[in-house]
């Protein structure tokens, strides 16, 4: 085994309740940061993977979802009968693939060019994530992403621990807004502002639309706001 990679694995049941008890487990308590659990996506009475798994993300991620879907379907048209569910959880991805040997390999196969870097996302690792969008603004292959502590567990999961900042000057901002969207910046140079102090700087330059009162029949051509 690899010394930087932490492995956990379990079998459980076909059980919502125990499989969500061991994703939890794994992310909340153990801190992972990748859980890919095998089996359960199917159409029989007993897959109920997804639906262990939906309720516990924060955010989908159903581009991972159909490239899934879609690359298997070159393999087989059976493909179509899989219900696989990707998604967010806290700072960890979740996917779950099928649960035959080949299936499973083939669908961790294509998405794993993607994982690394979309740990670095997660884990607002900017250095490593903006050497991928500039590798692929240039055209070249991604990278290998520089890695400083991973683990991995799962029905299976993954430990990814990467920390580090990018402030851009003025003349970056200036490049980034007018250059292609892969060399664009993924954080905003700009200071954050609460929303109430927006919609005071919004309110405080614009002018209140009077309210007209008209039959619907004259409306015809204006807005309705």
């Not at 900017?126 to 683990?151: C, D, I, K, N």
Request: charged share 15%; aromatic share 2%; proline share 7%.
């Amino acid at each position: 085994h690899n010394p930087l990679y932490e492995i956990e694995t379990a079998i459980v049941p076909d059980e919502v309740a125990v499989i969500q008890k061991a994703i939890t487990a794994w992310i909340d308590d153990k801190g992972f940061h990748l859980v890919i659990t095998t089996g359960g996506t199917g159409f029989a009475a007993r897959d109920v993977t997804p639906e262990a798994v939906g309720p516990l993300l924060d955010r989908l991620a159903p581009g991972i979802t159909t490239h899934m879907l879609t690359q298997s379907l070159h393999s087989t048209p059976m493909a179509m009968l899989s219900r696989p569910v990707c998604g967010i959880r806290k700072t960890a991805l979740v996917i779950t693939v099928p649960g035959s040997k080949r299936a499973a390999l083939e669908c961790v196969g294509f998405v794993i060019p993607a994982i690394s870097h979309a740990l670095d996302l997660l884990l607002q690792n900017s250095v490593a994530a903006e050497r991928v969008h500039a590798s692929l603004a240039s055209g070249s292959q991604t990278p290998e992403p520089h890695v400083e502590r991973h683990g991995h567990h799962g029905h299976h999961g993954h430990h990814h621990d990467h920390h580090a900042s990018h402030h851009a000057s003025q003349s970056d901002i200036h490049a980034h807004a007018h250059g292609r969207v892969a060399e664009r910046m993924r954080q905003s140079p700009y200071p954050m502002v609460a929303v109430p102090e927006a919609i005071g700087t919004i309110t405080g330059h614009t002018a209140a639309l009077p309210a007209i009162d008209m039959d619907v029949r004259q409306a015809r051509g204006m807005v309705l706001a």
